[in-house]
């Protein structure tokens, strides 16, 4: 068992044909995920890889029973994109674009949550258990970074994800599902929402997650474990602790004003619910043998 | 993108809600406008930084004489004021200030109109000292503020009578600017209840989506945004750049990881000169951010990276050849990972540079150089 994707996952590519969305279909392919589609309007009848392509998702539907769905295409176009993957019933969608319109993201996730789906994004590399199955961008092929083991993964980050995730595996360990919630300022699946999959999966022993100066997503993960519904160890990464108050520094979710949002804030509230809270990548595997003995 | 005052408040006319009267000018103009003024008038510097009455950008002047020094003042402090909205102080009296603002709340997906009794303070000090007195109103996206919600935190404001039926029309209006501006906050603090009973936006805040900028270009951030030329400058290129006053030079990629780089910096007591991110679209532009980080009196060049999409040998082919064309006399130190990232390593030797594989080292290193560093020698 996996969270969100696993071998089994069947996968819709919207935008397929496109540079990045053929790419990276390969390459999902490559790791073992099941994709049976994609679509891309006026590109009917053409293949990508193998993979069929529809005008719709409504055409490929007729086909193809997909659970889930991948977004490729650009941000200005997102919001149409995962309304056209709800409307044809898929309940997971991820959508990778950075720069969708903040009252879009609101829109994408009040229909999420209305609708019972787990969107994942925007702003993020996506979604992978790795040896399994991905939806998204990352580069599985570098064994140091997404070695299969017994760590589920959150971040908000793309690259910082790769440094935190080869220090989890220098330290013995591996990633059993990586789950990029994005670094937008309205992501719209936040931290606290996947802890409960990571507690039911029987292959995670721990998480990690990885966060940032800006927004409440890191408190709300401590409230959660306050209330006694995530129990296994959980060790978190913070960046911008340095991190000057008011300049822009980071993700587009990431600006501290008045005191609130700060790093130093997120630690606190996590480390009061007996979270362990990293001050270098390094740390974090360290702060995961000691907490998984 | 964050507006003026003067801009926000043009807008909230525009929208039907009452501003004071108020002249704008030049502050190196202000013998044009002096006759003009109502004295005695209040001097509001027209700069984008919060908190400007504690910044002492926000003075009082009892007649043209004293204005006239102030605006001098505040033209040669080192906020350079460029533009000064005068407001006459006399033109009402106000009985009470509030607080109203329109944001998002992204856990709720909604909208969220916020209130309070007490303005005039932050909203962060507010929410200190008084939170019981906020308060919030969830809006729809997809139906917008109706009348009955405006009506409501009228009175729940305390306000009655005609009042009240003022602000509620204030409120609406407000949603509507942040509704039309794309905005991510819109702002009233303080909203003004006069002796009379009127409703009158004492400030205006608005800071619109920077993804929608396309979509309201008489709002593109221009030089006067950035805090330095060079931040403008590369703004200008697409490049994210932040100026500070050390000697590393930061040019890393991913938002999340250059971030940590400057933590690290931090902790080996080394001193950042400016933070600068060539990842995502700007992958191919090694030469450009090398230029501009090449502009600071920096020692040392710290490169980090661990992309995806941003190939390592891409980006290390560019630094190469950024080298090559630019001949840097400071040293680089490398750290580029990701995909393909033993051709970096080929790249990066074949130059006669030091590929190094790890975060600390690489910033223990550039730490080193610089000759700030507590850590240990690299």
New interface residues.
């Given amino acids: 068992m996996s969270i969100y994707i696993d071998e089994n996952t069947t996968v819709l590519i919207q935008g397929i044909t496109g540079k990045e969305g053929s790419y990276w279909t390969e390459h999902m392919m490559g790791l073992g995920t099941k994709v049976l589609a994609g679509v891309t309007p006026g590109k009917e009848g053409q293949e990508v890889h193998g993979v069929p392509v529809y005008h719709s998702v409504r055409r490929a539907s007729v086909h193809h029973k997909a659970d889930a769905s991948m977004i490729f295409v650009p941000p200005r176009f997102t919001r149409d994109a995962v309304f056209e993957a709800l409307d044809s019933g898929i309940r997971k969608i991820v959508m990778i674009a950075e720069g969708i319109p903040v009252k879009e993201c609101i829109q994408i996730r009040k229909a999420a949550l209305s609708e019972g789906a787990v969107v994942v994004g925007g702003n993020t590399s996506g979604v992978i258990s790795p040896g399994k199955a991905m939806m998204g961008v990352f580069p599985y092929w570098i064994d140091r970074v997404y070695k299969p083991g017994r760590i589920g993964v959150m971040t908000r980050s793309g690259s910082l994800t790769n440094e935190v995730t080869s220090m989890v595996v220098e330290a013995g360990f591996g990633v059993s599902s990586l789950i990029g919630v994005g670094g937008d300022a309205v992501p719209a699946t936040r931290f606290a929402e996947m802890l409960p999959a990571f507690q039911a999966d029987p292959e995670t022993d721990a998480v990690v997650i990885i966060g940032e100066l800006g927004g409440s997503m890191e408190e709300e993960v401590a409230e959660y474990i306050r209330a006694g519904r995530f129990t296994k160890p959980l060790v978190a990464f913070l960046g911008g602790r340095t991190a000057p108050e008011g300049k822009k520094m980071g993700h587009a979710g990431a600006i501290v004003s008045g005191g609130s949002g700060s790093v130093r804030d997120k630690k606190k509230a996590l480390e009061a619910v007996g979270a362990r809270v990293a001050d270098r990548p390094r740390q974090v595997g360290e702060l995961l043998r000691e907490a998984l003995g | 993108m964050k507006l003026y005052e003067y801009q926000a408040k043009e807008l909230f006319k525009e929208y039907g809600i009452p501003i004071p009267r108020g002249i704008l000018f030049d502050a190196d103009s202000f013998d044009e406008v002096a006759e003009t003024l109502d004295y005695p008038v209040i001097l509001k510097s027209q700069v984008l ?2 908190g400007r009455g504690k910044a002492g950008l926000i003075r009082f002047a009892e007649n043209k004489e004293e204005a006239g020094k102030l605006v001098e003042e505040l033209r040669s402090s080192s906020y350079r004021v460029e533009r000064i909205l005068a407001i006459g102080k006399n033109e009402f009296e106000v009985a009470s200030e509030l607080y109203l603002s329109v944001t ?1 709340d ?2 709720a ?3 969220l109109v916020i209130a309070c009794a007490e303005g005039g303070v ?4 507010l929410a200190k000292t008084a939170p019981e007195k906020i308060i919030r109103e969830a809006v ?3 139906r917008g503020l109706l009348p009955f919600q405006a009506s409501h935190l009228a009175y729940e404001l305390g306000l009655e009578g005609a009042t009240a039926k003022a602000a509620a029309k204030v409120i609406l209006n407000l949603y509507r600017v942040f ?1 039309a501006y ?1 905005a ?1 906050l819109a702002e009233i603090n303080p909203l003004f209840i006069t002796k009379t009973g009127e409703v009158i936006a004492g400030d205006g805040k608005l800071m619109i ?4 900028i396309a979509k309201h270009p008489g709002y593109a951030p221009g030089r006067d945004y950035y805090d330095s030329d060079a931040e403008y400058e590369a703004a200008q290129d697409g490049i994210p750049y ?1 100026q500070f006053d050390g000697d590393i030079s930061l040019m890393c ?8 780089v ?3 910096i ?2 080996e007591g080394g001193k950042v000169a400016n ?1 600068l991110e060539f ?2 679209p700007n992958y191919r532009r090694a030469q450009r951010a090398m230029e501009l980080c090449l502009k600071n009196e920096s020692k040392v060049i710290l490169v980090v ?6 190939r390592a040998d891409v980006m290390a082919q560019g630094l190469v050849d950024a080298i090559r064309e630019l001949k840097p006399e400071i040293p680089i130190v490398t750290c580029i ?3 393909n ?1 033993e051709e970096a390593v080929e790249i990066l030797k074949s130059a006669g540079l030091e590929p190094i594989f790890d ?2 080292e690489a910033v223990r290193k550039a730490v080193a150089i610089a000759g700030a560093g507590k850590g240990e020698q690299a």
């Fill in positions: 930084m919060g998002w992204p856990a997906a909604t909208a932050e909203i962060e000090e729809d996206v997809d509704d794309d991510e989506d920077d993804t929608t932040l990629a991913g938002a999340g990881l250059t971030t940590t400057y933590d690290l931090n902790d933070y990842g995502g990276t661990f992309g995806t999409i941003a990972r990701g995909t990232e975060t600390e």
